[in-house]
């Protein structure tokens, strides 16, 4: 479940970024909406950890992160 706010309490400049999303890609994921929303709160936060995961040290390749993660995320069935 998504919260309203979450999904259309955006500032107009991330309103913009959200709508070029939804033009170029046909929509804008629901982790970028969540990340753009109190960017101060959360969104700042978690991007850094997760450059850090997936782009930090580690016995696997960034792309056998990026891939792992796309796994997982069709597991979940998220089109991001």
């Known amino acids: 479940m998504r919260l309203d706010r979450v999904h259309r309490g955006h500032a107009f400049?991330?309103?913009?970024k959200l709508l070029a999303m939804r033009v170029m890609a046909g929509h804008a994921p629901g982790v970028v909406r969540t990340l753009l929303y109190r960017k101060d709160f959360f969104g700042k936060r978690f991007s850094a950890l997760?450059?850090?995961?997936?782009?930090?040290p580690s016995p696997w390749s960034v792309?056998?992160?990026?891939l792992?993660?796309?796994?997982?995320?069709?597991?979940?069935q998220c089109v991001f």
């Open 13 to 16: 400049p991330d309103r913009l």
């Open 50 to 56: 997760t450059q850090q995961v997936m782009r930090g």
């Open 63 to 66: 792309g056998e992160r990026e």
């Open 68 to 76: 792992f993660a796309a796994f997982v995320s069709r597991l979940n």
